[in-house]
């Protein structure tokens, strides 16, 4: 699709888009909803092949946020940016791009607050907030509530739980076997977390010794990056990039269920339906991998504490749960299933307001 076909059928409320001369970069903020409050997604800063993919990357992931901040049940609509440059830069050029967009950000005058997504650190988001206050996420000596990473890691092992319990009788994960994919920033700790509940862990990733090293301290073993998918196990977790569940490689796939990080798991939004014909019972993404928004909103903006927001982390079982019976009772997907229910809490935002 086009640039003008991408925004003619995108849903969301606006588009910004600004070429960096500096950096030969775009930044483009997509603000998907405000219903519920300012629009709030993290910065992606990348290369793409081209504008329009940097464009359809920035919509996707904007209008899947207000579906994650919703089913969070915090008070955040969806939002998120894209840096799209010719490679990522690093150094004095770095923090120099982003203070230029912390300057686009401020632009927006609160419209979207921004937070770290992939490529980006607190330490970037120290950067951003010299420019202005819409954002979260940065460092704890800068005054934020650092990396939401583990917390991300610890919402989506509550999803897997709650994958298991419906399969299983049991959110028990002792003798159950995990595949990850990616165990970066969130996929190593939530190695760790199956592996302490008595799960066997299979891990992979684009760096094998990486892989090799958390699978040594987990007891489990690492597989080259390409066979991942095709691991037998019980709970698949996408913690890398987008799209993997797709046409080619949904057949391929020989778990039981999938709960992950990683964004836009979803090649196209038939797949959800691909994965129901299969029997595998999958976890909306958006859903299992809300930990991270419930970190930055709880410590930096609703003043929860330690416990108060580990029992929102614990809640995206029951949400997770909910999306799942509702999706077996009524016959649709999974996916279908957790749409209706973060577009009833918008529409009873929108209703209230």
Request: proline share 4%; hydrophobic share 45%; aromatic share 4%.
């Amino acid at each position: 699709m086009s640039f003008e076909d991408l925004l003619g059928s995108w849903d969301g409320e606006e588009l910004v888009a600004r070429f960096d001369e500096s950096a030969h970069a775009w930044m483009l903020i997509g603000v998907h909803s405000t219903v519920l409050g300012p629009a709030m997604g993290g910065t992606r800063l990348k290369p793409y092949p081209s504008l329009d993919d940097a464009v359809r990357d920035v919509l996707r992931l904007a209008g899947a946020m207000t579906l994650k901040n919703a089913l969070a049940g915090i008070p955040y609509g969806g939002g998120k940016a894209v840096l799209a440059v010719p490679d990522v830069p690093g150094g004095e050029a770095r923090d120099a791009l982003m203070a230029r967009y912390g300057d686009l950000v401020g632009a927006l005058g609160g419209t979207y607050v921004t937070a770290c997504d992939m490529n980006t650190a607190p330490s970037d988001m120290d950067v951003v907030a010299s420019r202005t206050p819409h954002v979260l996420g940065r460092t704890d000596t800068a005054g934020g509530s650092g990396s939401s990473a583990p917390d991300t890691a610890v919402g989506v092992f509550h999803a897997i739980r709650a994958v298991c319990r419906h399969l299983f009788g049991t959110d028990d994960l002792a003798g159950r076997n995990v595949a990850i994919q990616g165990v970066g920033a969130v996929g190593a700790p939530l190695a760790d977390l199956a592996a302490e509940a008595g799960a066997t862990v299979t891990v992979a990733d684009v760096d094998l010794a990486r892989a090799q090293e958390v699978a040594a301290h987990t007891d489990g073993r690492a597989v080259p990056a390409e066979e991942i998918l095709g691991v037998t196990c019980d709970v698949l977790a996408p913690c890398a990039t987008g799209g993997v569940l797709n046409v080619e490689t949904i057949p391929l796939l020989a778990c039981r269920g999938v709960a992950g990080a990683a964004n836009n798991q979803l090649g196209v939004g038939a797949d959800a339906e691909r994965l129901r014909a299969r029997g595998i019972v999958y976890a909306p993404d958006y859903a299992a991998n809300a930990g991270g928004v419930i970190h930055l909103a709880g410590h930096e903006t609703l003043g929860w504490d330690d416990a108060q927001v580990a029992a929102r982390l614990a809640g995206i079982d029951a949400t997770v749960s909910e999306i799942l019976r509702t999706a077996e009772r009524d016959g649709v997907t999974t996916a279908r299933a957790a749409a209706d229910l973060a577009t009833a809490r918008i529409d009873a935002g929108r209703c209230a307001s």
